[in-house]
């Protein structure tokens, strides 16, 4: 992987390989993590198929990549797999870590549109329009 990426962990699974990456996300104003699995035929003249896997409240972006063992199934059918963190973190929004149900670990994948978490609580336009744009 190069920039913006920086790996934080690597690791060779089921012939493939997990990696654990960070980089700056502007839209979010701080550094996310994502985990991406990349299958053994990745890289072999071609784009692979990818799955984005959305966990959910509390989690990160290695609850999924430690325990559901997804990898074995994405190796055997060529697939790349990319859990991003659920939420911007270190934000210093107010509020951001009162609850445990709403925001720190509890982005829902929205766009906020209002004070305090707007703008820079954007999970949705980072998930489905930066990250794959970065990724590509």
């Not at 699995?37 to 990818?50: I, R, S, T």
């Not at 966990?55 to 063992?69: I, M, Q, V, W, Y």
């Amino acid at each position: 992987m190069t920039a913006p990426f920086e790996v934080l962990e690597e690791h060779r699974a089921f012939g493939g390989t997990q990696l654990r990456l960070a980089h700056d996300a502007e839209r979010l104003g701080c550094r996310m993590t994502l985990s991406l699995y990349l299958p053994p035929n990745a890289g072999e003249g071609g784009p692979v198929p990818v799955l984005y896997w959305l966990s959910g409240l509390t989690c990160t972006d290695e609850n999924f990549t430690h325990k559901a063992g997804a990898q074995r199934v994405a190796a055997a059918l060529g697939l790349a797999l990319v859990a991003p963190d659920t939420s911007p973190r270190g934000l210093g929004t107010p509020g951001e870590d009162e609850r445990w149900d709403l925001g720190t670990g509890a982005s829902f994948y929205v766009t906020a549109t209002a004070a305090p978490w707007a703008p820079r609580w954007n999970l949705h336009d980072y998930v489905i329009r930066d990250l794959p744009a970065l990724l590509e």
